[in-house]
């Protein structure tokens, strides 16, 4: 819709505007508000012309003189009219002003009631905040510091006369300790013992030099018993436990020309004994747990646990020789006999072992949590990943719940590990024996990065296939955005494509010469293809001589032609054209029509959608089996008709 544009009105200011999309033919506008010949209508951003454009004169309506297309942008402005607000008197300003000085002053004393009596009473100190902080900042704080200064008094500090009352710190006896350079009397004690009358006289004393006790020597609590120039060795007791500590450089050796050192309980049960030339035994509650021999040691018990807090806590076999290193598990008889043990070793050529002596089936399971998750089953060699048991004969089945790939998750997943980049990913490979090689490729699938952005998580999914005597390629590919493709560096290629409402189907020629993209074929052979050169595309059925036989010149033409029923009708889903009624055409032209009119056909439809354990439940209904045109069938018998109307006016031209 458009219309010739017009000034707008400038008498009044203020303005109140609706605006809407229109509906296809709308021809009027209610619930409105306005005064007539103050209103303003515009469409798509032209404005209109009252009277010639649009009546506006019910207040509350626009009508429009042509009717609006769908989704015209309209917008009706309503011009109003405005007066000046309240004002003050010149007696109210005064007042008001006066009001405003006063709460200002407020109760402040006459002479601190102006600005110039503030200032003259800071000193006329425009930086006086940082004059006072900079003067409080010399003096000393109350929570005391450093003076930079002798501090002198002419009185006492804490009470105290220190002119009269000190010792100067020379003459004085640091905390520390240290050694008096006279004698030391008391009148009283020191450290809450009478000197004087708890002495013991030397002749009772013993000698530096050594000599024997006659009687028990107890040490007290705490106190220890040193030996050693420099007191290295020391034997105390705590009042709960006894040390024997030694703090030299050496070794702390206890030699027996016995047989045994032995270590015993109060009931004179070992604890542990050490044999000349022989075992050490370690017992626990009088049983022995840990015996060395003369190959290595036993333990003698359920369990052997080791508890660690470091970065590694392990359990090591360790062969210095040219032999094998192994762990054995026998759950039977404990002795390594028969077939009933397994074990893990790590052979000389370094390969790693796990192995069962069991001659029947024996499997090797992997639960990392207390829960079974793999197994690996003998003699096959299965693998089973979330299941125990076979269902199906594979070299490798993975089982569990359902993952899906929207989530980022699947039952398998193949990564990676070198750094990002563009063609990088996880891939997967089908191959076998070729005759030659054990192992050989014949196939792979490949998920890869589909760009070199870090953090953008676009990828494609790639398949391959391998031709004789050459590496794999490429033959194609799912992109990020769901496009089927081949790769572009064949000389020709397809893609299938969705974007959203309009997918499609493109086919790549390698060449602007004449390339054939679709062949039709039925059990008579190529019946129709799709081809394009340079520019042109052309969609041909066979129609070669050799295909036809009975070939008769058309005729009555004009008068078929004449029984045509073209016609001008609207789809039902939108659009107006011109065109036929295809069961009308067929009794004209059947070979242009394809199907039975009112025909009907079964359709499958879902009935209730599947759930997480239930299957969808499916229907059967009656749909219409539609009719349908091939315009092209139409041109045989329009061009005879030509052809009989040119001869008939070249007949009339020569009478």
């Known amino acids: 819709m458009s219309y010739l544009g017009r000034s707008a009105k400038l008498s009044r200011k203020t303005q109140e505007k609706v605006s809407f999309l229109a509906t296809a033919g709308q021809t009027s506008k209610?619930?409105?508000?306005?005064?007539?010949?103050?209103?303003?209508?515009?469409?798509?951003?032209?404005?209109?012309?009252?009277?010639?454009?649009?009546?506006?004169?019910?207040?509350?309506?626009?009508?429009?003189?042509?009717?609006?297309?769908?989704?015209?942008?309209?917008?009706?402005?309503?011009?109003?009219?405005?007066?000046?607000?309240?004002?003050?008197t010149k007696t109210q300003t005064d007042?008001?002003?006066?009001?405003?000085?006063?709460?200002?002053?407020?109760?402040?004393?006459?002479?601190?009631?102006?600005?110039?009596?503030?200032?003259?009473a800071l000193g006329d100190d425009a930086n006086y905040a940082t004059t006072t902080t900079n003067a409080i900042a010399t003096k000393m704080p109350k929570s005391g510091g450093a003076f930079t200064g002798a501090v002198t008094t002419n009185s006492t500090i804490d009470g105290r006369d220190v002119a009269a009352d000190g010792v100067l710190a020379t003459n004085a006896m640091p905390k520390s300790g240290g050694a008096f350079t006279g004698a030391v009397t008391t009148n009283s004690t020191i450290d809450g013992r009478d000197v004087a009358a708890d002495g013991v006289l030397a002749t009772?004393?013993?000698?530096?030099?050594?000599?024997?006790?006659?009687?028990?020597?107890?040490?007290?609590?705490?106190v220890q018993a040193k030996f050693g120039t420099s007191g290295d060795l020391s034997i105390r007791h705590d009042g709960s436990n006894t040390y024997l500590q030694d703090a030299g450089s050496g070794d702390l050796i206890i030699k027996s020309n016995g047989t045994n050192v032995k270590i015993i309980g109060d009931n004179d049960e070992d604890i542990a004994k050490f044999t000349w030339n022989g075992s050490t035994e370690l017992y626990h509650n009088g049983s022995k747990k840990i015996e060395t021999t003369a190959t290595g040691a036993y333990v003698t018990g359920d369990q052997l646990r080791l508890t660690g807090s470091g970065s590694q806590t392990y359990v090591a076999a360790l062969n210095t020789g040219s032999g094998?290193?192994?762990?054995?598990?026998?759950?039977?008889?404990?002795?390594l006999s028969g077939s009933d043990y397994s074990w893990i070793k790590q052979k000389n050529n370094l390969d790693v072992e796990i192995g069962s002596a069991a001659s029947t089936n024996r499997h090797l399971l992997f639960s990392p949590d207390g829960s079974e998750k793999m197994r690996i089953l003998g003699p096959s060699g299965e693998v089973l990943i979330g299941t125990t048991s076979q269902g199906r004969e594979t070299d490798l089945a993975i089982v569990g719940?359902?993952?899906?790939?929207?989530?980022?998750?699947?039952?398998?997943?193949?990564?990676?590990?070198?750094?990002?980049?563009?063609?990088?990913?996880?891939?997967?490979?089908?191959?076998?024996?070729?005759?030659?090689?054990?192992?050989?490729?014949?196939?792979?699938?490949?998920?890869?990065?589909?760009?070199?952005?870090?953090?953008?998580?676009?990828?494609?999914?790639?398949?391959?296939?391998?031709?004789?005597?050459?590496?794999?390629?490429?033959?194609?590919?799912?992109?990020?955005?769901?496009?089927?493709v081949t790769p572009a560096a064949?000389?020709?290629?397809?893609?299938?494509?969705?974007?959203?409402?309009?997918?499609?189907?493109?086919?790549?020629?390698?060449?602007?010469?004449?390339?054939?993209?679709f062949f039709f074929k039925n059990p008579n052979g190529i019946v129709g293809k799709i081809s394009t050169s340079g520019s042109a595309t052309a969609y041909t059925t066979s129609s070669d001589y050799r295909l036809?036989?009975?070939?008769?010149?058309?005729?009555?033409?004009?008068?078929?032609?004449?029984?045509?029923?073209?016609?001008?009708?609207?789809?039902?889903?939108?659009?107006?054209?011109?065109?036929?009624?295809?069961?009308?055409?067929?009794?004209?032209?059947?070979?242009?029509?394809?199907?039975?009119?009112?025909?009907?056909?079964?359709?499958?439809?879902?009935?209730?959608p599947a759930t997480e354990t239930e299957a969808a439940v499916m229907g059967t209904r009656s749909v219409p089996d539609l009719q349908?045109?091939?315009?092209?069938?139409?041109?045989?018998?329009?061009?005879?008709?030509?052809?009989e109307l040119i001869t008939r006016i070249e007949a009339l031209e020569n009478v």
């Open 324 to 335: 094998e290193a192994t762990f054995f598990m026998d759950s039977s008889n404990g002795d």
């Open 628 to 643: 349908g045109i091939d315009q092209s069938k139409l041109i045989p018998l329009l061009t005879a008709t030509i052809q």
């Open 204 to 222: 009772n004393a013993m000698s530096k030099s050594g000599g024997s006790f006659v009687g028990n020597v107890i040490y007290n609590d705490g």
């Open 95 to 120: 007042s008001a002003v006066s009001a405003a000085a006063a709460a200002l002053v407020d109760s402040s004393p006459a002479a601190l009631n102006t600005l110039n009596e503030l200032a003259a």
């Open 548 to 608: 036809k036989e009975n070939v008769t010149p058309m005729s009555g033409a004009t008068a078929q032609t004449k029984l045509l029923k073209p016609c001008n009708f609207d789809w039902i889903a939108g659009g107006n054209v011109n065109g036929f009624i295809a069961h009308e055409l067929a009794d004209v032209v059947p070979e242009a029509v394809i199907g039975t009119k009112d025909a009907m056909m079964d359709e499958e439809y879902e009935v209730t």
């Open 401 to 484: 719940s359902d993952q899906s790939p929207t989530g980022a998750w699947s039952q398998v997943g193949i990564y990676s590990n070198d750094s990002y980049a563009v063609n990088k990913g996880g891939s997967l490979m089908f191959g076998g024996q070729d005759g030659t090689n054990v192992r050989s490729w014949f196939a792979g699938i490949k998920g890869a990065k589909e760009n070199s952005t870090s953090g953008n998580y676009a990828g494609y999914l790639a398949f391959y296939t391998r031709p004789s005597g050459a590496t794999p390629v490429e033959r194609m590919r799912i992109k990020s955005n769901g496009y089927i």
């Open 490 to 517: 064949f000389s020709g290629g397809w893609s299938v494509q969705d974007d959203g409402d309009a997918p499609y189907f493109t086919t790549f020629a390698g060449s602007a010469s004449y390339r054939n993209h």
């Open 30 to 88: 209610t619930g409105l508000s306005y005064v007539p010949t103050f209103v303003e209508v515009s469409v798509n951003g032209i404005l209109l012309t009252d009277v010639t454009d649009y009546t506006a004169t019910t207040g509350s309506s626009v009508s429009f003189g042509v009717a609006l297309e769908l989704n015209d942008e309209v917008t009706v402005v309503a011009l109003k009219t405005f007066a000046l607000a309240d004002h003050y």
